[in-house]
């Protein structure tokens, strides 16, 4: 991303609104939004389907490969992938990653259904596709959902896409595993059902979402209550009770970690709202009003649905404390993003049900939301050929002014993917990737040490972050560059092992300011020191890769 000094991404993320803006009027007033649009048109939804398939593939692809390319970390895919293994070989939680029971910090126990999974194939690269098809899968319910709520498959066709080809759900799926994306499928499924008069799905949606993450039932019971002001149906707040009751015991009881500490949780949320600076907080708001602009419609879906997770997801998760408000740039947008697009569909519904906008008023407002999200989309990926996918955008209400809705549909998703493409292939398969993945020279290295570990899985492995996820079904391994040189010890000696490994790449990546070699060095020093031996095993200076076994 292109930065111009202090507000520069301010001033990126108005050119890219106004672009979109721009976009809209082009379209709206160029005749390619035309009235009349069908009740149920299902040949809008495949064109939609086809268009998402293609992110969604793309970053599956681009997941699995960061992963042989060792861009995946401890702290997140490591992490999962390690408790998910335990758990599928009876074992509880603890990992030395979190230096607790994972219970501790997040309580999820959807870690048992994909544990289940686990057994069949302990693959990482398992868990990043069905993260992928999680993501994008939401934008079939969500063109269902929109289509019944406004009875409008033109604004359900421009919704979803918007959805699909957002720079806020890419950002998502930025590199690792978690389970918070699969919210995403969930909550819109959940609405679509509960607009269907379908309680058991809605219910069965509901129940699978909460048990992703501790905020996922304060947030869901929340939007249930929402249901229950509009359906007047006493049983969504039945539900939502029963989500705030799970949430409050999940963040009280159930988390150990919770039990003891509200006065940090208070500290955190006034640090991070003392970082949110006046630039900072207009970055925020300008970075939602390519959505939340239609969402902020006063009503209850924006009260109960938008407002909750963006709150905490503002104030407590680091968002005020990260350059570009980090609630947009990882998996936590999994709660915001969904909740924005619902509550812009709940905004238009009212607007219509109010007269205050006809059907074609519906389509233009998600028509807008669309434009403006590939305007953002160019302000975070910016390339010439994204400039030339706008280009071509704008010509086609010309260009296609009498030609069929259904094939202006078509082209529209194709050129709105050639504004995607591009930004998309330039940051995650260049800028990002070069900054992150493992030279090639190494790859081949940490791979052969990594076949040199014992099969053995009881035997503690100590070895650098990005290379935990490919051995995390083990039952002890812990990452020594992200913490202190002891801290990574300290287990072992704790757990009087006779022997243990340490797997080094001497080259860290570039965001950690320490000497891998200084590091390595301490550690074998203890050991030394509490009595082990060593014996190398590999030391391939050309890449960079040690193999070290500790023994007594």
Sequence with gaps: MMWLG?????FSLFAGLISGAAMFLLYRFGGFITTGAEEQDRALFIIVLTAAVIPAVLNAYKDVMYHHHFITRAQETGVFANVIWRISHGLSQVNWMEATDHRGIHWQP???????LYRAAPLPEMLLIMQAVAVYAAVVYLYFFTEKVLNNSRAAFFISLAFALSPYVTRILQSDFHLAPFYCVLFFAFFYYAESSMFLPAAGCFIAAVMLREEAPVFLGLASFFLWTRKRERVWFVLGAAGLIYGALAFLWFIPGYNARPQEILQLIGLNGAGLTADKLLQLLVMLSSVLFFAAVPSMAALLIALPPVAVFTFIH??????????FHSYYS?????????STVYAAAKLTDS???????????????LFMQLGV?????????AAAGVLLTAALPFVMKKIPFHWKAAALAAVSLAVYLPGYMAFYFGDFYGKHSMPAYAVTGVQKAISMLPSNKDIPVITNGNII??????KYVIDFDERPDMAALNPVLAGNFREFYV??????????????????????????????????LLDDTDAKVLLVRFYR
């Design 318 to 327: 680091r968002g005020g404390s990260v350059d570009g408000i980090y609630l």
């Design 6 to 10: 202090r507000f520069g991404i301010l």
């Design 469 to 474: 996820p490919h051995i995390a079904a083990r």
């Design 334 to 342: 999994s709660f915001v993003i969904p909740a924005v697009f619902a």
């Design 110 to 116: 959807a870690l048992y259904f994909f544990a289940l």
């Design 377 to 385: 989309y160019c302000a975070f990926y910016q390339s010439r050929f």
């Design 503 to 536: 797997l080094g790449f001497m080259k860290f990546k570039k965001y950690i300011k320490k000497d891998p070699v200084e590091s390595l060095d301490n550690i074998a020093r203890a050991a030394q020191k509490a009595g082990y031996k060593s014996e190398t």
């Design 355 to 369: 007269g205050l906008l006809n059907r074609t008023g519906a389509v233009n407002v998600s028509a807008a939301v």
